[in-house]
């Protein structure tokens, strides 16, 4: 017993030692250098560029002489970093090494199966205690917050994409959203659900759902759930922006301006109209030139609940928030009118009772760059937090406050990024 106790000290404090912000803290540095880096090819292209008899070269490298300065703080940051994660491993492998070496000998004192028996029920409480885990992943997951109640602090950071792969549907079908239920119904904590826009690329009337991560990945789906029977019809599914939450899916109804709420036990339908909103395609998200088709009503989760972003004529074509009951009601609760022009961004979410936009930078750059904080009404339009893309395109981005990913539907690839707030 004496042993055992030692034993689980130990492990303690190693478990204690190795946290997740200590490993993450590199990764969002060496994405720190990375953009210093592009800043600095970018600075001493425009140098190379500039021919005006030296008027402003020596601006130009007095910028450059910053970035290199920003970027030798960085890399003596990573340094000292990298010293502490060796200290760490070091400090560790003998930890560690004692441990193996004290299980070696109560392995000996084995007898009559006992030491057998304890693996199976030590296996057994680990399948338990994962389940646990699983269940309590947000500090209240069926608890809704007032808006602008986050404890997580201010959005810093995305890190990612943490997981990437095709749809079982494979690269056919651009379009579409997926995700888990903020607020799932019992016994679906671990599901996970798909809606891809197979009717050109717009339209959809079933949700395919898969029951963990694993069947997801084999495409191994739990069942269809049939919205309408034909499509498109009355009630059916159009554009990219729907989301599940407590056990129903939310989305753009057929031909509307209204939200639909699909109940996956009932299969009742019921909606709400969105007064003076855009939709078929009269105010979606767009880049440069082009636009992403049927973006007009675009649904979100966050800690506080269900929220919509779509624009009027009556706001000028900038993007209107509007909070949602989420119930077979359906009502709006509030509604802000925000000075931000939807078709000069390519996507939204909520975290926190702030809504964040982004744009496009290039096929591999996606930038947040928008904030609105539902509490005070203030706008930002400086925030520059990029993530890297698989494909030019991201048709859907819904933050999960139950794990706290953005979940991406990016080009047919479904993908999740890890929010860093601090």
């Known amino acids: 017993m004496q042993k055992l106790h030692q034993i689980d000290r130990t492990s303690a404090n190693c478990t204690h030692t190795v946290t997740k912000e200590r490993l ?16 600095l090819q970018r600075d001493v292209r425009n140098l190379d560029e500039e021919n005006d008899d030296g008027i402003y070269s020596v601006i130009s490298l007095r910028i450059i002489e910053i970035e290199l300065s920003e970027i030798g703080d960085l890399l003596l940051r990573l340094n000292s970093t990298s010293r502490s994660h060796r200290a760490l491993t070091d400090d560790l492998a003998p930890q560690v090494q004692v441990l193996r070496s004290h299980m070696e000998k109560l392995a000996e004192f084995d007898r009559m199966q006992v030491f057998k028996k304890q693996q199976e029920n030590k296996r057994l409480q680990t399948d338990i205690t994962y389940c646990e885990t699983q269940l309590m992943m947000s500090p209240a997951p069926y608890t809704t917050l007032a808006p602008g109640n986050c404890p997580f602090g201010r959005l810093l950071n995305v890190t990612g994409p943490h997981s990437k792969m095709e749809t079982e549907y494979g690269t056919s079908y651009p379009y579409g959203s997926w995700g888990m239920d903020p607020k799932p119904a019992p016994g679906k904590e671990g599901w996970y659900w798909l809606v891809v826009l197979t009717s050109s690329n717009v339209y959809a ?8 991560h694993s069947a997801l990945i084999v495409s191994k789906n739990a069942g269809d759930v049939t919205i309408t029977a034909s499509n498109p019809t009355t009630n059916s599914l159009i554009g990219p922006g729907s989301v599940m939450y407590d056990n129903a899916l939310y989305y753009n109804c057929y031909n509307y301006p209204k939200v639909c709420r699909f109940d996956m036990t009932t299969k009742s339908i019921h909606s709400v109209e969105l007064p003076g909103a855009g939709y078929n395609n009269k105010f979606p998200y767009c880049h440069l030139t082009s ?23 009556a706001n000028f074509g900038n993007v209107v928030l509007s909070r949602l009951n989420a119930s077979i009601t359906l009502n709006i609760l509030q509604t802000w009118n925000t000075s931000l022009f939807k ?13 964040y936009a982004t744009r496009y930078v290039d ?7 928008y904030a609105l904080d539902t509490t005070t009404g203030m706008e930002r339009g400086n925030l520059s937090i990029r993530f890297r893309k698989v494909s030019g395109i991201v048709q859907y981005l819904n ?17 999740t990024y890890q929010s860093v707030f601090g």
Request: aromatic share 16%; hydrophobic share 40%.
């Open 291 to 313: 636009c992403y088709t049927y973006t007009d009503i675009d649904l979100s989760t966050d800690e506080s609940g269900l929220w919509v972003v779509y624009a009027s004529e």
């Open 363 to 369: 096929k591999d750059i996606e930038e947040i760059f």
């Open 24 to 39: 993450m803290e590199v990764e969002i540095l060496l994405d720190s250098l990375h953009y210093r880096l592009l800043n």
């Open 205 to 212: 009337n079933y949700i395919r759902t898969y029951s963990s």
């Open 399 to 415: 933050y999960n406050p139950r794990d706290h990913l953005l979940y991406v539907y990016n080009d047919a690839y479904i993908l």
């Open 343 to 355: 078709k000069a961004i390519s996507n939204t979410f909520m975290a926190c009772g702030v809504l």
